[in-house]
């Protein structure tokens, strides 16, 4: 009997523990029963959690073409399992002009069976700057491993003209390269090499996003074709490392934000592209 109870009381414990420890903390995609500019209406939650307190970005997308990103703050019950999100700033978009941003409040539950981990509930919200209400309804989100938006970095700046230097990655093989921005050819069958290639973009304030998208020309001596680029704006510089090939190019997205830190900063990033 004393064997069955102390079987028991670990039990218990183990499971509180486990309730207690939960972590929320990563990445959940869902579907969005709603009408709107989007035929499929994916939801994306990044989540940081700091004891009950969450926050983070969400992204309402069709595809990483086509998307509403915000940042949220939040709670998270781990006794109850209960987590409530409000979105708040609409940090970055870019959809077609008849489309309007809904933003919205997600009222959730954590589960897990096996080793799928869901968050349950229902989500309401409103229409940006009205008191117009957007459909509502319920919502499963799933834990997954990594965002639809890795890819491609996203670079905020707070100045009107940022400048951008390509430099070949490591060994110097020949790789060539056409650079555009917003779709629009700045530099054409240009040759990586120690010296940089330069250009200079002027950002549109009325127009918060920008793309530079790096094209391959000829995968050089040794595959796939590498570049480094640093972007200086103002006086912070972004390093990042970029790799495309002859089917999938390279992008960076760039917007911009007056509140962003005059502090200097150097942020790396790696964007890993696969052929198709």
């Known amino acids: 009997m004393v064997k069955i109870l102390l079987a028991f009381s670990f ?55 086509n998307y509403v990103k915000k940042n949220f703050r ?16 609409v940090t970055t978009y870019h959809i077609p ?58 670079i905020k700046v707070d100045t009107g ?26 530099l054409t069958h240009q040759r990586l090499g120690a010296k940089p290639l330069t250009t200079f973009v002027k950002i549109d304030h009325n127009n918060t996003f920008h793309e530079i998208e790096m094209v391959a020309e000829n995968l050089g001596s040794i595959p796939p074709n590498t570049a480094i680029l640093i972007i200086t704006a103002g006086k912070n510089r972004h390093l990042l490392s970029l790799s495309s090939s002859e089917t999938k190019s390279a992008r960076v997205r760039i917007v911009y934000d007056h509140d962003v830190s005059k502090a200097g900063q150097t942020i790396a990033a790696v964007i890993k592209k696969e052929e198709d």
């Open 11 to 65: 039990l218990s414990i183990a499971v509180t523990f486990q309730c207690i420890g939960q972590d929320i903390s990563g990445y959940w995609k869902g579907t969005l029963s709603m009408r709107g500019c989007f035929p499929e209406n994916n939801i994306e939650l990044q989540i940081n959690s700091k004891g009950e307190i969450v926050a983070g970005d969400s992204y309402h997308y069709q595809d990483i073409d």
């Open 74 to 89: 939040g709670s998270y019950d781990r006794t109850t399992k209960k987590l409530t999100v409000q979105e708040g700033i």
């Open 97 to 154: 002009q008849r489309c309007v941003i809904c933003v919205k409040k997600f009222d959730l539950t954590y589960s897990r069976e096996g080793k799928v981990e869901t968050l349950r509930g229902q989500w309401t919200g409103y229409v940006l700057n009205t008191l117009q209400s957007c459909d509502g309804g319920n919502i499963i989100l799933t834990r997954i491993r990594e965002s639809a938006f890795k890819e491609i970095p996203e």
């Open 161 to 186: 003209t940022i400048r951008l230097d390509f430099y070949d990655n490591a060994q110097i093989d020949g790789d060539s390269i056409t650079v555009l921005v917003d779709k629009q050819v700045v």
